[in-house]
């Protein structure tokens, strides 16, 4: 039976990065450093670009995980910050739950580090609570295909949406008339392919 299609809608999503840390990087595989650090950047770019709620996290910081990213705290400066002191799941913390539900949005568009632990499980524990989740793939890194691929079986057939950041960007859009040159630029500062489209379309709107 066909799913009913639930899509990303600007103003009722919010983003969580989960445990994008220093020591934890080090361990995916999965996907090249380069490419994978770029996505995640993709990902909070467009995170500030459509002004969704952004909630950080880390799990057990003082330990071999290291601390966040550096470039996710200077993009969000202003955002929950929710350092766990031990929590596996980010969704046993309590700050963490409650700094979601003051957003006051119903969908979660979810990125971490490692995929089958730190995105799994608080993504399976909002959907039960009723949240719609968006997982963004090739913004959560782990070990291996194998696990990966265990990962997101899990998570899709608990209802969760798998997406890439691009996709995610382009869902809520909707229409490109909204903004051309806004969208265009974010994705040619993330995909050198795509600003040889926008360089195109700027040379022949120019003559016009």
Same mark, same amino acid.
């Given at each position: 039976?066909?799913?009913?299609?639930?899509?990303?809608?600007?103003?009722?999503?919010?983003?969580?990065?989960?445990?994008?840390?220093?020591?934890?990087?080090?361990?995916?595989?999965?996907?090249?450093?380069?490419?994978?650090?770029?996505?995640?950047?993709?990902?909070?770019?467009?995170?500030?670009?459509?002004?969704?709620?952004? !909630?950080?996290? &880390?799990?057990?910081? %003082?330990?071999?995980?290291?601390?966040? /990213?550096? =470039?996710?705290?200077? $993009? *969000? +400066?202003?955002?929950?910050?929710?350092?766990?002191?031990?929590?596996?799941?980010?969704?046993?913390?309590?700050?963490?739950?409650?700094? !979601?539900?003051? &957003?006051?949005?119903? %969908?979660?568009?979810?990125?971490?580090? /490692?995929? =089958?632990?730190?995105? $799994? *499980? +608080?993504?399976?524990?909002?959907?039960?609570?009723?949240?719609?989740?968006?997982?963004?793939?090739?913004?959560?890194?782990?070990f291996n295909e194998l696990?990966?691929?265990?990962?997101?079986?899990?998570?899709?057939?608990?209802?969760?949406?798998?997406?890439?950041? *691009?996709?995610?960007?382009?869902?809520?859009?909707?229409?490109?008339?909204?903004?051309?040159?806004?969208?265009?630029?974010?994705?040619?500062?993330?995909?050198?392919?795509?600003?040889?489209?926008?360089?195109?379309?700027?040379?022949?709107?120019?003559?016009?």
């Open positions: 039976m066909n799913k009913p299609y639930v899509r990303l809608d600007k103003n009722d999503a919010a983003v969580l990065l989960v445990d994008h840390q220093a020591g934890l990087l080090s361990l995916v595989r999965d996907i090249e450093p380069d490419r994978f650090k770029n996505n995640v950047l993709a990902l909070a770019d467009l995170a500030k670009y459509f002004q969704l709620p952004t !909630i950080l996290t &880390t799990s057990f910081e %003082q330990g071999p995980n290291g601390p966040l /990213v550096p =470039e996710l705290k200077e $993009a *969000f +400066p202003d955002a929950p910050y929710i350092a766990r002191p031990g929590q596996i799941n980010a969704w046993d913390n309590e700050d963490f739950v409650a700094a !979601i539900r003051a &957003t006051g949005k119903k %969908q979660l568009i979810i990125a971490g580090v /490692v995929t =089958e632990v730190c995105v $799994a *499980f +608080p993504a399976l524990a909002a959907l039960e609570e009723g949240y719609e989740v968006f997982v963004v793939t090739d913004a959560s890194g782990t696990t990966r691929h265990s990962a997101w079986d899990r998570m899709s057939a608990a209802g969760a949406q798998l997406m890439t950041w *691009f996709g995610v960007a382009c869902e809520l859009h909707r229409d490109w008339r909204n903004d051309i040159e806004g969208l265009g630029t974010l994705f040619s500062n993330h995909i050198p392919d795509y600003r040889n489209l926008i360089t195109s379309y700027n040379t022949l709107n120019s003559g016009k």
